[in-house]
T-cell receptor, first 113, second 114 residues
Framework: DSGVTQTPKHLITATGQRVTLRCSPR?????VYWYQQSLDQGLQFLIQ???????AKGNILERFSAQQFPDLHSELNLSSLELGDSALYFC????????????FGEGSWLTVV | AQSVTQPDIHITVSEGASLELRCNYS??????LFWYVQSPGQGLQLLLK??????LVQGIKGFEAEFKRSQSSFNLRKPSVHWSDAAEYFC????????????FGAGTILRVKS
């Protein structure tokens, strides 16, 4: 158990809908990351937040957004969903923004039908 | 561009045999390197990491990896594989120019035959 908690574990939704994935980082970690794992793209970095502020951005679609709240939990919002958004979405956390170890949650499986 | 290459998509080894999974990276600065393992339907578990110092690093579950700067490699090894090691293994390099960003290889699927 990495200490990173993600909900829901599985989600099935229709095209055009919007979903929210939730993540609680390890106790004491200030950085939260979101990654997408798909068969065609592999593991891709989406975004990093540090202590409530966006810190780094990867290939995150404009239809996707994230935020980190004062209690350090984070949410990833996916809107106008398309079939191609079906993937495993990982949240990860680390202590800060230095050369830290990054610990991953078990992921949220999103299926868009 | 920074990248990680895992040349082997699949590897099959017999239980009890030794294992080496290859990883090559392309990165101009000092690399921070990781190996993660993903069992079917599971999340990513950290096996080991290299930040600096001794180039041979020990990890969990009996795994070790050796950093070779001259070869831009960070290969993962295990002297004797167990059936429970069957999983997908990912090598990653941490980019730190702008925040923290892990760049992953495509992964190597390990099959263990009895």
């Amino acid at each position: 158990d990495s200490g990173v908690t993600q909900t829901p574990k599985h989600l099935i939704t229709a095209t055009g809908q919007r979903v929210t994935l939730r993540c609680s980082p390890r106790s004491g970690d200030l950085s939260v990351y979101w990654y997408q794992q798909s068969l065609d793209q592999g593991l891709q970095f989406l975004i990093q937040y540090y202590n409530g502020e966006e810190r780094a951005k990867g290939n995150i679609l404009e239809r996707f957004s994230a935020q980190q709240f004062p209690d350090l939990h984070s949410e990833l919002n996916l809107s106008s969903l398309e079939l191609g958004d079906s993937a495993l979405y990982f949240c990860a956390s680390s202590v800060g923004t230095g050369a830290d170890t990054i610990y991953f949650g078990e992921g949220s499986w999103l299926t868009v039908v | 561009a920074q990248s990680v290459t895992q040349p082997d998509i699949h590897i099959t080894v017999s239980e009890g045999a030794s294992l080496e999974l290859r990883c090559n990276y392309s990165y101009g600065a000092t690399p921070y390197l990781f190996w993660y393992v993903q069992s079917p339907g599971q999340g990513l578990q950290l096996l080991l990491k290299y930040f600096s110092g001794d180039t041979l690093v020990q990890g969990i579950k009996g795994f070790e990896a050796e950093f070779k700067r001259s070869q831009s490699s960070f290969n993962l090894r295990k002297p004797s594989v167990h059936w429970s090691d069957a999983a997908e293994y990912f090598c990653a390099v941490l980019l730190r120019e702008y925040g923290n960003k892990l760049v992953f290889g495509a992964g190597t699927i390990l099959r263990v035959k009895s």
